[in-house]
Nanobody, 112 residues
Framework: QVPLIESGGGWVQPGGSLNLSCAAS????????MGWYRRTAPGRQRDWVA????????NVSPPLKGRFTVSKDTAKNTLYLHMNNLKPEDTAKYYC?????WGQGIQVTVSS
């Protein structure tokens, strides 16, 4: 069973919105420390985007505040990334992570 599965990626025009989902299938799963990362080009490091610190305390990378946020569904063990007013520079492969686990990544492309 794959521990983390992302969904919801795709193509969107600049200014549009997109929501990503990350469904977890991990024993003793906790949302604390779960987050989203992105890699804007092959070979580059993954940059932290946003995540849950603990409880309902979320944090977003400062350059993305006001456009990106996260939420969770505890019944579904799913973390969401809500992305608004998307820009071409947001084009990247997005990954979710919890502890030692990483999802396979999902592509988001922002272009006209």
């Amino acid at each position: 069973q794959v521990p983390l599965i992302e969904s919801g990626g795709g193509w969107v025009q600049p200014g549009g919105s997109l929501n990503l989902s990350c469904a977890a299938s991990i024993s003793n799963f906790r949302f604390d420390g779960m987050g989203w990362y992105r890699r804007t080009a092959p070979g580059r490091q993954r940059d932290w985007v946003a995540g849950i610190l603990s409880g309902d305390n979320i944090n977003v990378s400062p350059p993305l505040k006001g456009r990106f946020t996260v939420s969770k569904d505890t019944a579904k063990n799913t973390l969401y990334l809500h992305m608004n007013n998307l820009k071409p520079e947001d084009t990247a492969k997005y990954y979710c992570s919890q502890g030692m686990y990483w999802g396979q990544g999902i592509q988001v492309t922002v272009s006209s």
